[in-house]
């Protein structure tokens, strides 16, 4: 084979797996919604399908199974969610700036996102029990973590002053706080998302030394 058809090949090779990978991007993107509503254990492949303007032997063609799919979805919402705080973090000229401006993004987030961060923490917990996306919630969360551990570094270095927790340990912290929160706000607590955002900038506080 030349060298010049090699070359047609592998663009059309390329091609096929491009597509393949945008067409299942889209079908996760449609079955984030019914995913979210209904979270993993009422959710089939199935009832994602009713849900959505794809059929059941569609999904099955681009996803193995439930699992396959469900894993696709929550990577392709942390796409976005591990750089939701990178824009005030590389704005922010002082301590307090950052302080006010993460407690705020939180709690926005917390407000817009209610049922995708449920779907998260949903998926988390049955990762407990579900060996077969372990290791996919364990690279998620790390991303998390690492997403916190930015904010906090960038904190103390404006404060001039250590972080005196670990990074984990401070990941657990906000993130605990934040899943509280939600809980309270999925349970109509009106002023859930406030009391996050007072909440937050004493957290901060506390991670680092005053």
């Not at 919402?77 to 407690?103: I, S, W």
């Not at 049955?126 to 930015?150: P, T």
Request: proline share 1%; aromatic share 8%; glycine share 2%.
């Amino acid at each position: 084979m030349t060298e010049a058809k090699e070359r047609t090949r592998d663009r059309i090779s390329r091609r096929g797996v491009d597509k393949f990978a945008d067409r299942r991007a889209q079908l996760a993107e449609s079955a984030l919604r019914t995913l979210a509503e209904l979270g993993y254990a009422r959710t089939s492949l199935r009832e994602i399908a009713q849900n959505s303007a794809f059929s059941h032997g569609v999904l099955h063609y681009y996803f193995a199974d439930k699992v396959d799919l469900l894993t696709h979805c929550v990577r392709q919402f942390e796409e976005v969610c591990v750089t939701r705080y990178d824009e005030l973090v590389a704005r922010a000229r002082t301590a307090a700036e950052l302080e006010r401006d993460f407690a705020a993004a939180m709690a926005a987030t917390l407000r817009a996102d209610a049922k995708m961060h449920r779907l998260w923490y949903d998926l988390r917990n049955q990762s407990l029990f579900e060996e077969s996306f372990r290791a996919d919630v364990l690279e998620i969360d790390r991303r998390r973590e690492e997403m916190i551990h930015h904010v906090v570094a960038r904190y103390a270095e404006l404060a001039a002053v250590p972080v005196v927790v670990p990074q984990a340990v401070a990941y657990a912290v906000l993130d605990g706080l934040f899943q509280q929160a939600l809980l309270r706000h999925l349970a109509g607590e009106e002023e859930a998302a406030a009391e996050l955002e007072r909440a937050v900038p004493s957290v901060l506080t506390r991670i680092v030394a005053a």
